[in-house]
């Protein structure tokens, strides 16, 4: 009777630089694979200094491993057998796991992590070896081989594995706190969004729609890219903004030219009270240096001028191309680029300063009650919470 794999073995990567911080981290991933793996029930969860083990208990392997390889804090993760750890229990379940019938090339790397275990690693490779050639049509190839077979030894078990998943690398997410992120409809706030998360930072949404000018189409946009990059933190709270009134204000006390501008610094205002009320340390953005006339270095100076909040830029510095690419990685870029535009390409003004002042930002606010305007926007906000395979739902509860 052939095995079936019945474990996940998973690797930490960057965990292991973190010292005496380590064992927070493990805990910290290891809730977040039970918050994305809440669907599977009876999964069982067992960390250890360098490894940890999701027993799968009869659940299928594909539909969990599809989650486990978009949560953050893992650098690669492997479909396991566990057997006890002696050489006969692991000759029987590398021939029961392979389809030696096929032939093909291979290679076995075994790993002794208990070093009182009686057979040496190049012993259990040899021996492995020699069952496989004498049982089968199989041939040892050590550069690239059709199979790698990999074994690892421990105290209480032995577990064989024969592929080895990239994971999504980072930290595990929470563990860098949490910011309030500024999410579009465009290509670049996902790619924010999923690089903050990658970085440890447990992230929540704004968007600022104005109906009737923007429509429930350019909403539900924004839900979707939402629910495309919930998956990689568990879940995602979206805060809504009414923004009409406000960019109307903009448009009837200020120039056209300083529109954009003047908008910028209302939006950063609202997120950086969203932020406060919902205990995050910083407010993150999609912004990179010189794409549009309220990304250049003097508009970005006008614009945190409204905040003593840190500013996440993730994608700062990088082109065009190299936002796309990972766009694409991450499955956000064809929902971006769907026709339905937000309240800033909406409202973008023909000629905006592309070099801003800020006693000029000032001289037009100064026009109108704007404060007012901007404690309403947060007073009226409507807060979603975005599970993946779930309905929307509205986020009542408090979350601290």
Not at 9 to 15: S, W
Not at 111 to 140: C, E, Q, Y
């Amino acid at each position: 009777m052939a095995y079936h794999y019945d474990h996940i073995l998973i690797r930490y990567g960057e965990l292991s630089l973190k010292g005496k911080n380590r064992k927070n981290f493990i805990q910290k991933l290891k809730d977040n694979l039970k918050k994305a793996l809440a669907g599977f029930k009876d999964l069982e969860f067992v960390t250890e200094y360098d490894r940890m083990y999701i027993y799968l208990h009869g659940h299928e392997l594909e539909p969990v491993c599809a989650i486990v390889g978009k949560v953050f804090g893992i650098s690669s993760f492997s479909p396991a057998i566990k057997v006890e750890p002696t050489m006969e229990d692991i000759l029987g379940g590398v021939e029961h796991l392979l389809d030696l019938g096929t032939p093909k090339t291979f290679k076995v790397q075994a790993r002794r992590h208990d070093k009182m275990f009686p057979v040496n690693s190049d012993t259990i490779n040899r021996t492995v070896a020699s069952m496989i050639l004498k049982g089968s049509d199989w041939k040892v190839d050590v550069h690239t081989p059709d199979v790698l077979i990999m074994i690892e030894v421990r105290q209480d078990a032995a577990y064989i594995m024969t592929d080895k998943i990239p994971g999504a690398g980072g930290f595990p997410v929470g563990i860098g706190g949490r910011a309030m992120v500024l999410l579009s409809g465009g290509i670049d706030s996902p790619v924010a969004s999923y690089l903050m998360m990658k970085r440890g930072v447990h992230i929540e949404a704004v968007h600022f729609a104005a109906p009737p000018y923007t429509s429930a189409d350019a909403r539900e946009k924004v839900l979707s890219l939402a629910r495309l990059i919930a998956p990689y933190q568990g879940d995602l709270v979206v805060h809504v903004v009414p923004f009409t009134t406000l960019q109307l204000a903009i448009y009837q006390y200020a120039p056209e030219s300083y529109a954009i501008t003047l908008m910028r610094r209302m939006m950063m205002r609202i997120a950086t009270g969203l932020a406060k009320e919902r205990h995050c340390l910083a407010v993150g953005t999609g912004e990179s240096v010189g794409q549009v006339a309220s990304q250049t270095l003097e508009s970005m100076y006008v614009i945190n001028n409204v905040t003593t909040m840190p500013i996440l830029r993730p994608v700062v510095c990088m082109d065009k191309v190299e936002i796309i690419n990972i766009a694409r990685h991450i499955g956000t870029y064809e929902t971006s680029i769907l026709p339905f535009e937000d309240c800033c390409t909406i409202f973008t003004p023909k000629a905006p300063v592309t070099k801003p002042k800020l006693d000029k930002c000032e001289e037009y606010e100064a026009r109108w009650d704007w404060q007012t305007m901007v404690d309403d926007c947060i007073k009226m906000v409507e807060t979603i919470r975005v599970q993946p395979g779930q309905s929307l739902q509205k986020d009542e509860e408090d979350l601290f």
